[in-house]
Nanobody, 125 residues
């Protein structure tokens, strides 16, 4: 069993930066860890994912070049550095973990077994 707790959300202005963190308790060895987000009235969407070794990282096109996912396996944490934030980045950001053989479907929420409750990010224009 893995429990995930996100932190670091808040209210910022467009162009600002924010760093989200997700602390995991339980075994995440060889698990992918990812960030998803859900804006009001919209479907949940993939943001970024990283393999256990962080040799593989994946990003949604909408955040490429602005967001960076990183992991600290010694601390069992995953972070999302978000730069050049836009109002359309406003959403609840959730951390997820799961074993994804062959890295197939890392951008699909159903591939992940464990989820955090989320942290709100609001970007004002």
């Amino acid at each position: 069993q893995v429990q995930l707790v996100e932190s670091g959300g808040g209210l910022v202005q467009a162009g600002d930066s924010l760093r989200l963190s997700c602390a995991a308790s339980g075994r995440t060895f060889n698990y992918y860890m990812a960030w998803f987000r859900q804006a009001p009235g919209k479907e949940r969407e993939f943001v970024a994912a990283a393999s256990y070794s962080v040799t593989s990282r994946y990003y949604a096109d909408s955040v490429k070049g602005r967001f960076t996912i990183s992991r600290d396996n010694a601390k069992n944490t995953v972070s999302l550095q978000m730069n050049s934030l836009k109002p359309e980045d406003t959403a609840v950001y959730s951390c997820a973990a799961g074993a994804i053989p062959g890295s197939i479907g890392v951008d699909r929420g159903y591939k992940y077994d464990y989820w955090g409750r989320g942290t709100q990010v609001t970007v004002s224009s």
